[in-house]
């Protein structure tokens, strides 16, 4: 059977390019893996209260069975104001409750991150890390995956350039390699 890895794309809009990434990475894994975009647009903001067994939303039971079932996880995720969108980090909250069953638990991850800009988002990359310790996902370290001027980064067709696959062929390759070392399953 395959390893399953999550791609989860910290961005609701419909045109973003982050979800973009996303389908871009799904043909690219090697034999015996296999990539499973995983949605955010449904999560309604945490609260505790949800954490009540009668009252949890099936938008959150859905996110959790899906995060319980992956092997690792890969975070594309753009730039709010110099850090992790609201969207994003709300989801890593709802798979990280109730308290005691974090799901993220030990599941080794990467951090892609994406921005119009030079920057390439590295502020949400670093932000994001902070919370991936807590939560005991061990993150890939090298090679970083920086993703400058996205918005160019397409052909007339809307598919991702060559460049730009190359770059992200051999980060996945990389991250697959480095998950074979860090993964306990
Ligand atoms: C941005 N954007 C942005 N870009 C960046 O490189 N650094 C930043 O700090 C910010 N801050 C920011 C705040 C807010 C509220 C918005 C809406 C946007 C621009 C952002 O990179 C751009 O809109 C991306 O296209 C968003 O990612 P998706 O939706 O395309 O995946």
Known sequence: MNTVIGLIAGSLRKESFSKKIAKALLPMTPQGFEFKIISIDNLPIYNQDFDDYNNVPESYAKFRHEIKNIGGVIFITPEYNRSVPAVLKNAIDVGSRPAGKNGWDGKPGAVFSN??????AF??????????????????????VYLPHIDKAWDENGNLNDDMKGFLQKAVDAYIEWFKKNSSS
């Open 115 to 120: 921005s119009p800009g030079n920057l390439s």
């Open 123 to 144: 502020g949400a990359n670093h932000h994001l890390r902070q919370s991936l310790v807590f939560l005991n996902i061990p993150a890939m370290q090298q090679p970083e």
